[in-house]
Nanobody
């Protein structure tokens, strides 16, 4: 079993910054991918950014140059630094963990945290 606990999101003005964190605990495979998805009201859950245990990063085009994902393997934590926030970044942000064990590996999700960007 894997548990993911996200930090609180918040309300921020457009142009501002916010940092999210997510701590993963439980039975963790050393080779894995962690990251963030988000879901705005009435929309599907979309990729924000992911990072593998080897440090490979992947970003959605909409956040490139504004968001930075990082991880602390020793503390099993993944971070999302969000700068130059826009109202369209408003969403519930979900942390994810997936072991890199091949086809059929299951993704675990956090409970989600609300980020609201006011114009």
């Amino acid at each position: 079993q894997v548990q993911l606990v996200e930090s609180e999101g918040g309300l921020v003005q457009a142009g501002g910054s916010l940092r999210l964190s997510c701590v993963v605990s439980g039975s963790i495979f050393s080779m894995n991918v962690m990251g963030w998805y988000r879901q705005a009201p009435g929309k599907q859950r979309d990729l924000v950014a992911t990072i593998t245990s080897g440090g490979r990063r992947n970003y959605a085009d909409s956040v490139k140059g504004r968001f930075t994902i990082s991880r602390d393997n020793a503390n099993k934590t993944v971070y999302l630094q969000m700068n130059s926030l826009k109202p369209e970044d408003t969403a519930v942000y979900y942390c994810l963990y997936r072991p890199l064990t091949g086809a059929g590996s299951l993704t675990s999700w956090g409970q989600g945290t609300q980020v609201t960007v006011s114009s």
